[in-house]
């Protein structure tokens, strides 16, 4: 149900490109559904999930 | 060939494998027309499971196994690593393996920082426990539709 994917942001130009990734880490969630630029401790991370709809 | 893993970088590892509980499968998917960082990405892995008996390691190319990367959603993202569980089990008397996939990858070459993932993505999968939080884990749980996490990071 989930997939997790540790994108090298310099090997894929492509993917990188299509959402304007300009710093990292940079989480893309659901193809752009959310977003969460910066590390975040994992209840941070959740509620941005919660946030955006995913469920 | 010239080796990746330096011996201090061998025994911090090795170290760390020690923590290692169920076996491994990593399955890296090659494509030729990006052999610059596949082939290295190969040799690192080939180095890193040789550093323990329950990690393994198949290479497949993406051309040639368009099937099998299309099943662990890894078309044109070469080189994928998939970091699954292998589960042995007895049938009928014979022991037969089967690769049970959690949905974690690394796309491109896990140098640098990244290489610090790879050893902690190892040893979580091993583990079989994610150590996330009761309510992350009931979060999950809930799902109704499949959720995709992108993490763009850079080796430095």
Known sequence: ?55 | MEKFLTDDLIAQVGQLFGKLTNPVQVLLFTSKDKQETCEPTQQLLEEVVELSDLLSLSVFDIGEHADLASLYKVQDKAPAIVIAAMESTLKFGKESNQVTDYGIRILGIPAGHEFATLINDLLLVSGRDSGLSPQTRKYIKGLAKPLHLEVFVTPT
Do not use: C, H, W
């Open chain 1, 1 to 55: 149900m989930v997939l997790a994917e540790g994108v090298g942001a310099m090997d894929f130009n492509e993917i990188s490109e299509k959402y304007g990734i300009s710093s990292v880490p940079d989480t893309v969630i659901n193809e752009g559904v959310g977003r969460v630029v910066g590390a975040y401790p994992e209840q941070n991370f959740l509620a941005e999930l919660m946030r955006t709809g995913v469920k």
